[in-house]
């Protein structure tokens, strides 16, 4: 497609419950970013991938985050045993090498109850 | 550890006035990025400045970097109401020698009254 595009649009789960958000970033970009977004709040930072490695993972919370891209391509972010707090917009964003600006999907916004 | 800090957080306007948002990072980065985001949308690339003395300009916003003073502005020229929107700079962080990951700002509300 055109764009970063990111599946489901909307997840709502129960507290405990796994989740996995999918992005699929533009066509040939090698670099691939999940920030996390609280309402009012600027993006924070979980993980960036350049190819199928993580380049970095500083970000991710805690071990219940967990993140890959197998083929170079597509991204899953995982989330095991949820909790209230791990509710926010998940946004995806790619970019042609890690030095040009990053284009944002419109990302996930998980809600757990 | 790079903080990005942006002022004013919120800013109420009136159209046609000039405005200044400022963007101030603690570490040496030579990149810097900013965005606009619409009320439930998510970012939208407005400029990238990649070097010291940077300056762009789109329309009535004007963006400059100065790395020295790791600093950059986002200059609002006669503002109009469809500028409405939450403004946010990004710095790239270098981790381990990569390329890496933008550290965003809290961003800055922008309210333009008639």
């Known amino acids: 497609g055109a764009g970063v595009s990111q599946t489901p649009s909307n997840k709502v789960t129960e507290k405990g419950k796994y989740v996995e958000l999918r992005c699929d970033p533009i066509?040939?970009?090698?670099?691939l970013y999940w920030y996390r977004q609280s309402l009012g709040q600027g993006p924070e930072f979980l993980i960036y991938?350049?190819?199928?490695?993580?380049?970095?993972d500083s970000g991710l919370p805690n071990d219940r985050f967990f993140a890959v891209r197998p083929e170079g391509s597509v991204s899953t972010l995982k989330i095991q045993r949820t909790e209230r707090g791990d509710s926010a917009v998940y946004l995806c964003?790619?970019?042609?090498?890690?030095?040009?600006?990053?284009?944002f999907g419109q990302g996930t916004r998980l809600t757990v109850v | 550890e790079l903080k990005v800090e942006q002022n004013p957080l919120f800013l109420s306007m009136q159209e046609g006035k000039n405005y200044t948002i400022y963007c101030n990072y603690s570490?040496?980065?030579?990149?810097l990025y900013w965005y606009r985001q619409d009320p439930g949308k998510s970012l939208e690339s407005l400029f990238v400045?990649?070097?010291?003395?940077a300056v762009k300009q789109e329309g009535r916003l004007m963006a400059s970097l100065d790395t020295k003073a790791r600093l950059s502005t986002l200059h609002i020229t006669a503002a109009v109401h469809d500028l409405s929107a939450t403004y946010f700079c990004?710095?790239?962080?270098?981790?381990?020698?990569?390329?890496?990951?933008?550290?965003f700002g809290k961003g800055t509300k922008l309210s333009v009254k008639p």
């Open positions: 964003a790619s970019s042609l090498t890690g030095l040009a600006g990053a284009f």
């Open positions: 066509s040939g970009h090698t670099a």
């Open positions: 991938f350049q190819g199928t490695g993580a380049a970095d």
């Open positions: 570490t040496t980065s030579d990149r």
């Open positions: 400045l990649l070097s010291n003395g």
């Open positions: 990004a710095v790239v962080s270098n981790y381990g020698g990569s390329q890496g990951n933008l550290i």
